[in-house]
């Protein structure tokens, strides 16, 4: 949602751009302000980011992304893996990236992914594989084996241009050189099992990138959340199509709905998301709905996108303050982070942040934006402040002190 104003658009940004009739309802009669995901000018990750909105501090329940991505894509994971979250990408035959994301690649990754879930690791005794795709050139690498450790960096270099990284331990301990010599092997593979796989001879005859190896980061162990109900006593279900934000959620505790259309990606069905609210909301008091799809358009550098899909959550904001009484129920409206298109790439900057409500002091913002959300009456918050301040506002926060 979040972004910076642009020269080429009059020095206005998506959100000031676009149509949004239905948050400028909420933020004129709501708390609006401006929330920091972490802490001011931290670049927060997705995963630290929706843990810290959730009320979970990263700082004491973070063990690594990848877990979350794993459980999220329906993975059991056992205690000693190693989970990681995957990207089909781009490599030259130097092994420099031409595309993180093999084009955004959306068709045929299921096919990929059989091929790189039949590789064996050799050179690693013990240790087994598991992959699995998830959404368009997302995937999930387990391993599975004695003496593992999550302590590994990153074989995404994470930009364009750049030679793979190796995977080296992080700690200098026996359990973290096996898994990085087995990350560095699966790698390898990967890219031996994609070069020549037909559907990359297909893609790159009609000028499509090629998905010829797969890019590990995040690696990560099984999460010990204490559940969202003994935290807020709250009963909460999520609407996602993000696997990230699916783990979340079942590691603490909340179901999962499996929502037809809800796709993770720039399309989604909004309309099924906003009736799964409203189904959701008979047996929880508390639904979180993730949208990835503005995200998607900051990372793709595309401004008429990032209008075109915040004018779509914009429809589903309608579609549930119409539905949800909001003389009785509570909406919040923020971001994980900011990705704005001039940069490509999450950065520090605060997001807007929206609480509307019974009884919820108005704002008499008209128009919400970066610089009006600067303006409000909530003022400027951490992501770890946004459940205890709705919470409080629910008459569910304990008394601190006596």
Known sequence: MADRPLIDHDYKTPLEYANTPNMDRLAKGGLVGQLDPISPGIRAGSDVANLALLGYDPAKYYTGRGALEAMGAGIELRSGDVAFRCNFATVDDDFRVQDRRAGRIRKGTSKLAKVVDAIKI???????????????????????????????????????????AISKALDGSEEAKRTSAAVNEFVKRSHEALREHPLNQEREN????????????????????????????LRGCCISGTPLVQGISLAAGMEVMDIKGATGGIKTDYEAKAKAVIEGSKD????????????????????????????EVDTLVGHIIDEVDIGLNYVALTADHATPVGYGAHTGDPVPVIIGGPDVPASRILKLSEASAARGNLGRIRGLDLMPIVTDLVGRSRLYGS
């Not at 992959?131 to 368009?136: G, I, R």
């Not at 009609?206 to 204490?226: F, Q, W």
């Not at 996108?305 to 004018?311: M, S």
């Open 122 to 164: 050799d050179g690693v005794p013990g240790v087994k594989t598991i992959f699995k795709s998830t959404v368009d050139h997302r995937a999930v690498l387990v391993l599975r084996g004695e003496k593992l450790s999550r302590m590994v960096s990153d074989v995404d270099p994470k930009e364009e241009g750049a030679k793979i």
């Open 284 to 311: 929880k008091n508390f639904v979180l709905v993730h949208v990835k799809a503005p995200d998607i358009a900051g990372h793709d550098g595309d401004f008429k996108g990032k209008v075109r899909t915040l004018e």
């Open 206 to 233: 009609d000028g499509e990138k090629a998905a010829n190896i797969v890019l590990t980061r995040g690696a990560g162990t099984i999460p010990n959340l204490p559940s969202f109900k003994s935290m807020f006593d």
